[in-house]
């Protein structure tokens, strides 16, 4: 497409089914985070355990996008999509028999981490449609999907004071309808370049791309701090600032729809100033407000602000990141780059819950860990405005 062009209307068609799907999608890929608690006082678990539980549909489903992503590339989205929608409908309903035992938690929690994989097929989706002087707002406006974090965060306690199994049937007949819908009115861009390579040699071929790996680390921070937050959030502010489930949920809720609403933001600044720019600058408001929350204020109002303002923070760096993305990469391999940087960017939120359930059992607060996410935020800071400014949009 040429950069003048205007999308056709089957662009925004295509690009309100990828959010919604991508928010039914991310919503059951969180079902068990608001629930963790509970799950915790019912099993008997320990913080580290809690944090395992909600950390494993994480990791599958950040690892998942890597041939998810390649897969999309060859098949297209009007295929994946549905399927993915559709197969995540299994893990979600076996969570009401698993409940009661943690080993089968952790089995269906596996296969639940499919649900995060439809962030690498709405990518190369959105990105075909529209020209390249308009997909940084168009992959902002996909990535404000990950709202399902925030309607699973309100949602999911409240639906579940109705009934234990509830949430699952929802989401699950939510799914269901979109998998109908999305096969019926999901296209593919018309004449999208289709690879012939192996999946072996096309992930290959994305892994060797220095800009890969560059937006990997950045990711990472970015979207990785989104995920953790949006999984252990609960659990944090339940234990250190002891809300009850309904309002800590409520809070994390919160957070999440700032980090939605700012993704686009990201993406339209980076339609007009440089990606790597925007994204430094996004970093470093992180930085110094982790340190702020380090030292655990009072939630009202200064832990609320603190925690709102990382929020857009990460919101905006992520939207910025994909925006990079979209511009150094060849259509071709859209979907294999965005598999593996969204991978590292699922990865880099497996990893902080892990560490903030062990920082807190072994010395009874999280200090330690915002002190770490301040100088990862830095150091990304550091690197996009450092190394990552001069990159062009024809590199």
């Known amino acids: 497409m040429e950069a003048a062009e205007k999308p056709p209307a089957a662009a925004y068609r295509n690009l309100v089914l990828a959010t919604v ?36 549909p994480v990791l599958v489903g950040s690892v998942g996008r890597i041939p998810v992503g390649a897969l999309t590339d060859r098949y297209g989205a009007r295929l994946m999509f549905p399927l993915v929608s559709a197969l995540t409908i299994v893990p979600v309903l076996l969570l009401i028999p698993a409940r009661n035992s943690y080993p089968l938690m952790l089995v269906v929690g596996f296969f639940l981490g499919l649900a995060g994989t439809t962030f690498a097929i709405g990518v190369p ?15 902002g406006v996909f990535g404000m999907g990950m709202g399902g974090v925030a309607l699973s965060g309100y949602l999911t306690p409240r639906i579940h004071k109705h009934g234990e199994d509830l949430p699952f049937l929802v989401v699950a ?6 998998a109908v819908i999305g096969a019926l009115l999901i296209s593919d861009r ?6 012939t390579a192996p999946l072996a040699a096309r992930l290959g071929g994305a892994a060797k791309l220095r800009v890969t790996w560059e937006l990997s680390a950045l990711y990472a921070i970015g979207f990785g701090g989104i995920v953790a937050f949006g999984v252990y959030l609960p659990t ?22 700032v980090t939605v609403v700012f993704r686009p933001v990201g993406g339209w600044l980076s339609d007009r100033v440089h990606p790597a720019v925007v994204t430094a600058v996004s970093l470093a408001v992180v930085a110094l407000l982790a ?3 380090s030292f655990d204020p009072a939630l009202d109002p200064v832990g609320t602000l603190a925690l709102l303002v990382m929020a857009a923070g990460l919101g905006t760096a992520s939207g910025a990141v994909f925006a990079l993305v979209s511009q150094v990469t060849p259509q071709a391999q859209v979907g ?26 072994a010395k009874g607060s999280y200090s330690i860990g915002f002190m770490l996410l301040s100088d990862l935020a830095l150091a990304g800071c550091v690197y996009a405005y ?10």
Request: hydrophobic share 50%; aromatic share 12%; no cysteine.
């Open 386 to 395: 450092g190394k990552m400014r001069t990159t062009r949009p024809d590199a």
């Open 236 to 257: 944090y502010l339940k234990t250190w600032y002891e809300l009850s489930p309904t309002d800590a949920g409520t809070k994390a809720a919160g957070f999440a729809l």
């Open 291 to 293: 340190i702020v929350q």
């Open 125 to 139: 989706l959105v990105n075909a449609w529209f020209p390249p002087d308009r997909r940084g707002f168009a992959l």
């Open 336 to 361: 294999s780059v965005t598999g593996i940087v969204g991978a590292m960017g699922g990865l880099g939120g497996f990893v902080p819950p892990l560490v903030m359930g062990a920082i807190y059992s």
């Open 190 to 195: 018309p004449g999208r370049p289709v690879p």
């Open 173 to 178: 007949v939510g799914l269901a309808a979109f």
């Open 21 to 56: 799907g991508f928010s039914l999608t991310f919503w059951a890929w969180d079902l068990i985070a608001p629930l963790a608690t509970d799950y915790k006082d019912r099993l008997g678990l320990s913080s580290f355990q809690q944090s395992l539980l909600v950390a494993v």
